[in-house]
């Protein structure tokens, strides 16, 4: 019992709710293996079975239904803890900076724990976590290599993870094929003051995957002339985090991006020395239960110096 944790029991009741292991991996933010891994230690760590599962049904044992009521007390015990200890620490304000994407309940998670402000100022990766670094800010979402976080005394955490895709000119014609990483345009700008973190993620792209670097200079990474980029090359154009979500013009379509697929992570980053414990409670508020987002995957890709980058 003393290695069970309060994110197995959560695992357990959602998907003793679901009674669907897709749904509630769905449901947790996490990968369909990872929880089914965890449930299986779950069942080891408790020495009892909690789930009869097959290929089409999971059922609860007479153990899991047992069990599942006083899981669910525990965790909302578990819960007003957690209340309590945010009403000592939910006095202090932590500063927080981002690039361009935030997780949309942030504030919902971290309200409890402390009073968390974003900051206006949006910047490159590199220069929020030089700000973290230096105090300017108490935490960041961002970019980074783990030398960067070595060189700048930072700690990291995963909080969230972008698949990026390809865009190329086509216009609506269904159902666009997949395209090989090696086979995509990947833009590279001059402006390393703006595009620094980008022009490293996409070096080691063309390096090891062999994606062909297409250098310009009028910061047309994202937004409209990246589209005008697009309908110029000849090869589909990775895009990058910054235009994840940005809808495409009529006359250009996504393409996915197979063998490998190909992942950009943004990580929670704060000071190696930071002993606050509103700033850490955000932390953990914000990356508890994130699971791997799928960068794990066999056919995933990430740089080789990424924070969550699996040796060898």
């Known amino acids: 019992m003393a290695r069970v944790e309060l994110r197995q029991l959560r695992y357990f009741v959602a998907v003793a709710e679901e009674l669907n292991f897709g749904r509630a991996a769905e449901r ?20 009892v079975r909690l789930f009869d599962r097959d290929r089409r049904s999971v059922a609860l044992t007479p153990a899991g239904a047992a ?24 006095s202090q304000s ?15 998670r ?25 105090g300017s800010l108490d935490l960041a979402v961002c970019w980074l290599r783990a030398e960067d976080l070595k060189r700048l005394g930072l700690r990291a955490r995963l909080i969230g993870a972008d ?7 086509g216009g609506d014609t269904g159902d666009a094929p997949d395209v090989a990483a090696r086979d995509t345009d990947v833009l590279m700008d001059d402006d390393i003051t703006a595009w620094d973190s980008w022009n490293q993620y996409a070096q080691e792209l063309t390096r090891v995957i062999g994606a062909r670097a297409v250098r310009i200079s009028d910061g047309a ?20 985090p910054k235009g994840q979500t940005a809808p495409l013009p009529p006359d250009l379509i996504r393409r996915e991006i197979v063998t490998p697929k190909v992942y950009w992570t943004w990580s929670l980053v704060w000071r190696e020395s930071e002993d606050r414990t509103g700033v850490l409670a955000v932390v953990e508020a914000l990356c508890d239960g994130v699971g791997d987002l799928g960068i794990h995957a066999p056919d995933a890709w990430l740089p080789a110096d990424d924070p969550y980058a699996l040796p060898g």
């Open 28 to 47: 947790l933010l996490i990968a369909g293996p990872s929880l089914s891994q965890q449930i299986k230690a779950l069942e080891r760590d408790l020495g």
């Open 67 to 90: 069990l599942l009521p006083p899981t669910r007390a525990l965790l909302e015990r578990a819960e007003d803890l957690k209340r309590r200890a945010g009403r000592l620490s939910g």
């Open 163 to 169: 698949r990026l895709y390809a865009v190329v000119k």
């Open 94 to 108: 932590v500063r927080l900076g981002y690039v361009n994407w935030l997780p949309s309940d942030l504030m919902a």
């Open 110 to 134: 971290t309200a409890a724990v402390a009073q968390v402000h974003v900051d206006a100022w949006v910047a490159p990766s590199h220069t929020q976590a030089a700000r973290v670094a230096d």
């Open 221 to 240: 990474i994202t937004g409209p002339a990246f589209f005008d980029h697009v309908r110029r090359c000849t090869r589909p154009v990775i895009n990058s």
